[in-house]
T-cell receptor, first 115, second 119 residues
Framework: AQSVTQPDIHITVSEGASLELRCNYS??????LFWYVQSPGQGLQLLLK??????LVQGIKGFEAEFKRSQSSFNLRKPSVHWSDAAEYFC?????????????FGAGTILRVKS | GAVVSQHPSRVICKSGTSVKIECRSL??????MFWYRQFPKQSLMLMAT?????????EQGVEKDKFLINHASLTLSTLTVTSAHPEDSSFYIC???????????????FGPGTRLLVL
């Protein structure tokens, strides 16, 4: 069965510093991988996704992620964090299922930004 | 982009009552919608898959008689929490798959969530 591990529950970075959020997945086939962001009390917003092709994926708000098959990872990065990036970030793997794409989420990483 | 709405955004109810939550795809049709539950400081857990024109498919451990799902049309799915109890208090989120920006790659679009508090 597919699973997603986000090893960091909380991360605190200074505004302007670089950011990397880790995500490892377990899936038997080629995965569809996603990063979502959730602000307090809000729904999920898609940051970026990987389906195939170029393993470095660009997303919204200056985020990017790199798919590394050999490491089963899909880490999220941002070169310079802004205070508005403080939120919870979820990595997810999509498994093709008879009714479409079924998402399995990691536990999430809460990002705190200090000024 | 594709938009999914949920109504209500938050609801408080007494123990023993039933609560209906609506999930609508506003500018696209969805034969399938997904219902998730999120407890505080935890991840989203898939509860069930709502299928237009057929019965919902429930994940292991989710009581189908407790969480009634009806996919009434290609743009509406409802989740009814029957005889709600305080332990049902949670954040319920729906999603619908759509094709993003003219591509042929399916993406899940999430609703803003419904916060349920059962007293």
């Amino acid at each position: 069965a597919q699973s997603v591990t986000q090893p960091d529950i909380h991360i605190t970075v200074s505004e302007g510093a670089s950011l990397e959020l880790r995500c490892n997945y377990s899936y038997g086939a080629t995965p569809y991988l996603f990063w979502y962001v959730q602000s307090p009390g809000q729904g999920l917003q898609l940051l970026l996704k990987y389906f195939s092709g170029d393993t470095l994926v660009q997303g919204i708000k200056g985020f990017e992620a790199e798919f590394k098959r050999s490491q089963s990872s899909f880490n999220l990065r941002k070169p310079s964090v802004h205070w508005s990036d403080a939120a919870e970030y979820f990595c997810a793997v999509g498994a093709m299922w008879e009714y479409g794409n079924k998402l399995v989420f990691g536990a999430g990483t809460i990002l705190r930004v200090k000024s | 982009g594709a938009v999914v709405s949920q109504h209500p955004s938050r609801v408080i109810c007494k123990s023993g009552t039933s609560v209906k939550i609506e999930c609508r795809s506003l500018d696209f049709q969805a034969t399938t919608m997904f219902w998730y539950r999120q407890f505080p400081k935890q991840s989203l857990m898939l509860m069930a898959t709502s299928n237009e024109g057929s019965k919902a498919t429930y994940e292991q451990g989710v009581e189908k008689d407790k969480f009634l799902i009806n996919h009434a049309s290609l743009t509406l799915s409802t989740l009814t929490v029957t005889s709600a109890h305080p332990e049902d208090s949670s954040f319920y989120i729906c999603s619908a798959p759509g094709l993003a920006g003219g591509s042929n790659q399916e993406t899940q679009y999430f609703g803003p969530g419904t916060r349920l508090l059962v007293l």
